[in-house]
């Protein structure tokens, strides 16, 4: 499993585009990249995942360069209710029917937003 | 969407005693189910994989004795603590796979709200 780096923290204000980046340097050529949001004394909630390239959906962007060691969380327009941690998580997300996949969680980000 | 609960929500009890914590699927079957701890200003630790009808495989320094893993049918997975110690106080949280997506190459792991433990 490819071990992820990301920053401890993040600051920003009400309305700004936020962008957390995640190092993997020895992503391998089968794992995917997601991210999970999770807000204090709940459970993780999934926001986004990617292969290559870009992948947006109604929430965030997911930016992958092409040598997919890195990518970028990119929120918009972000409000006081973004305030959680983040974590970018690398993995080969094909189901496996003997069930060996499994998912081990970095550090994450903890991002606050003020007002 | 795919829904999973925990029950309880949160737990306290007398140092010695088992909690059961269970973990179900709610509009899905589940073939996988895992449980994490928490504990605060931290990140979720994989303790253990559940795997329905067969016995669950633990990560390395997990006590598959102390924390007894149950994968009885496709929707439900328990976790039992056993003769727990205040040391055992965090937060408790199961995430299952939908086994529809088997084969997919898109997979989404959906997570219970976690079960927080208070160990007297």
């Known amino acids: 499993l490819a071990k992820t780096t990301q920053p401890i923290s993040m600051d920003s204000y009400e309305g700004q585009e936020v962008n957390i980046t995640c190092s993997h340097n020895?992503?391998?050529?089968?794992?995917?990249i997601t991210w999970y949001q999770q807000f204090p004394s709940q459970g993780p909630r999934f926001i986004i995942q990617?292969?290559?390239t870009k992948v947006t959906n109604e929430v965030a962007s997911l930016f992958i360069p092409a040598d997919r060691k890195s990518s970028t969380l990119s929120l918009p327009r972000v409000s006081l209710s973004d305030t959680a941690v983040y974590y970018c998580?690398?993995?080969?997300?094909?189901?496996?029917?003997?069930?060996?996949?499994?998912?081990?969680f970095g550090s994450g980000t903890r991002l606050l937003v003020r007002p | 969407g795919a829904v999973v609960s925990q029950h309880p929500s949160w737990v306290i009890c007398k140092s010695g005693t088992s909690v059961k914590i269970e973990c179900r699927s709610l509009?899905?079957?589940?073939?996988?189910m895992f449980w994490y701890r928490q504990f605060p200003k931290q990140s979720l630790m994989l303790m253990a994989t559940?795997?329905?009808?067969?016995?669950?495989?633990?990560e390395q320094g997990v006590e598959k004795d102390k924390f007894l893993i149950n994968h009885a049918s496709l929707t439900l997975s328990t976790l039992t603590v056993t003769s727990a110690h205040p040391e055992d106080s965090s937060f408790y949280i199961c995430?299952?796979?939908?086994?529809?997506?088997?084969?997919?190459?898109?997979?989404?792991?959906?997570f219970g709200p976690g079960t927080r433990l208070t160990v007297l």
């Open positions: 995430s299952a796979r939908d086994r529809t997506t088997a084969g997919s190459f898109y997979n989404e792991q959906f």
């Open positions: 020895n992503i391998a050529t089968n794992d995917y």
């Open positions: 990617g292969y290559k």
């Open positions: 998580l690398v993995g080969d997300m094909l189901f496996r029917l003997d069930s060996s996949y499994k998912l081990i």
């Open positions: 509009d899905f079957q589940a073939t996988t």
């Open positions: 559940s795997n329905e009808g067969s016995k669950a495989t633990y």
